[in-house]
């Protein structure tokens, strides 16, 4: 059985091969608001070493040349594109490769950009230590142009460590125990997003904004890292789901003779989120988010996407099924996933993948904020995510003020970091402190009772899950960003029969598809209902291993009537409200 399963993993990497049509995985550039001409994929086969004891730097590991296994970046050891597929716990293990540098890029300092590596990296050229990282969740890059030489090669190695377990660092949805169990998902380790090398120069900068073929703007300035210009655009067309414009962005940089030494492409959306009292709005007018949980899991990459295809499919999925958004859950989203959504148009929500922390803790809670402050000023020009949310679920009681203090300073933080949009502290579970949006989630069933939970009371109170451990809500905007959940597992496909109580959803299971749609339209129906809801979020857009609650399966395939689906999800609030005053006169 075990040689079947080594045949069936290398299978699995080779047809993955096949698929991108190049002779590494992810070929793609990574980022594409910021896209270099010049650049080296570091992605595909790269040598390694698992290192349970953790004693890889006593034995020398970073002086390595190259060791006995191999493996395929950028996915992580655990899924089955990787090759190995790796289920247990994995301390720490060490990557190496060997990298080469152009004589092209002379004279251009050589950066050296890791997508994500969970948990904290260490990188060494020839055995030099040169950087050390920790967050799971933040990209980062390395300037090692004083480590290299140009036309030279050398030995690139990365040793990771990882520790989920131990509730210091955040996790997301990552198991702590040996095996997925409910809404806890297998682990991801080490290098699970593109690695790749670029040159970047600097002297004279200038930028160009153009509409198409028309230029519509151009500015000049000398180039360094504090360089400004602002730009005047008249009647600028803005961004929004229904109409996503994106103006393309150059920039160039010349050296003091006039020549090109960098150039990089780009793109911007114009547009404006905000809340006023408890309405959102998108460009000055009211816009009612209706969005989908989504967690960024692939049952053959984990974290990674297998293909850039499937990152847009996943909106386009999304879209079909009558959604304008996503809350992206406990995971910070590869930049290509936000480029097409961008592209498509579509909202997202950007959240740390906080789970797994204990947020009484304040080693925890350094680490948490410190990976934080990086996964927003990588996102903050995205046009299409509108909110910020940092934590989710604080199902935990306070200590010494500690997770009220966590919650105020990631609060602060973010408005530092970003003016320009909301921020939801903490999305469900324990509202400690200061938030834009006041987001509950709530997995009633039955729809009376729902709306008994969610209406507005007379004097004027709302629903709070947990109101002697959470901060009082004080009029914010008000979303229901989890609800439903609602368990349906497609019986007739063989794979999906389980021992009763093994798949997670919320809930006692429809009998027959027909009430699970008579379930699931009279809940959204309730929540479109009422108007101090001014959005919501439906779990979940795809199945999660063990969690069989999604819009479609695992594998991205539909398991319902999708028409069906996108005309409960698109209806208007007008009707929703006379949907559900017949079903109460009907109850009554």
Known sequence: MKSIRKYFTALLV??????????????????????????ICLNGEWTYQFDFGCSGLEQGLQHS????????????????????????????????????????????????????????????????????????????????????????????????????????QPGGKQSRRLNSYECFYTRVTGIWSTVWLEPDGSKTLTVTIRDGSKTVWRGETKASDNATLTAKISKVKTWSPEHPFLYDVEYIVKDNRGQVIDHVSSYVGMRKSELRGRTFYLNNEPYYQRLVLDQGYYPDGQWTAPTDEQLKRDIVLAKEAGFNGARLHQKVFEQRYFYWADKLGYLTWGESPSWELDWTDQIAARNM????????????????LVAWSPLNETWCPDRDAQRARLTNDLYFITHRLDRTRPVVSASGGYHAG????????????????????????????????????????????????????????????????????????????????????????????????????????????????????????????????????????????QQAKKEVEQMLNDRR
């Not at 490769?97 to 994500?116: A, C, V, Y």
């Not at 904020?369 to 995205?382: F, T």
Request: aromatic fraction near 14%; include cysteine; proline fraction near 5%.
């Open 14 to 39: 080779l047809m993955s091969v096949y698929i991108y049509g190049a002779d590494i995985p992810r070929p793609e550039y990574p980022r594409p608001q910021f896209e270099r001409k010049h650049w």
């Open 65 to 168: 040349k190259g060791f006995d296994g191999k493996i395929v970046v950028p996915f992580c050891p655990e899924s089955p594109l990787s090759g190995i597929g790796h289920k247990d716990f994995i301390n720490a293990l060490w990557y190496h490769r060997t990298i080469s540098i152009p004589q092209s890029w002379d004279g251009s300092h050589i950066i050296l950009h890791f997508g994500g590596v969970d948990y904290k990296s260490q990188i060494f050229i020839d055995g030099k230590h040169v950087f050390t990282h920790y967050g799971g969740a933040a990209s980062f890059d390395v300037d090692i142009t004083k480590y290299v030489k140009i036309g030279n090669s050398y030995n690139l190695v990365v040793y990771v460590e990882d520790d989920v377990r131990s509730q210091l």
């Open 369 to 384: 904020i410190a990976e934080w402050e990086e996964c927003v000023e990588r996102d903050y020009n995205e046009p299409c």
């Open 434 to 573: 200061f938030t834009d949006i006041y987001a509950e989630h709530t997995y009633v069933q039955d729809p009376v009772e729902l709306y008994e939970q969610l209406r507005e009371k007379e004097d004027g109170s709302v629903y709070v899950h947990h109101p002697r451990e959470s901060a009082p809500y004080q009029g914010e905007a008000y979303m229901i960003d989890e609800f439903g959940g609602i368990r349906w597992v497609k019986k007739m496909q063989a794979e999906e029969v389980a021992p009763e109580g093994q798949f997670w959803g919320y809930g006692k299971d429809p009998e027959s598809l027909e009430e699970f749609y008579r379930r699931l339209e009279d809940q959204v129906n309730v929540v479109l209902s009422i108007d101090h809801i001014c959005g919501f979020c439906y779990t979940q857009i795809v199945d999660v291993e063990l969690e069989k609650n999604g819009i479609y399966t695992y594998d991205r395939e539909r398991k319902f009537d999708m028409e069906r689906i996108k005309c409960i999800f698109t209806k208007s609030r």
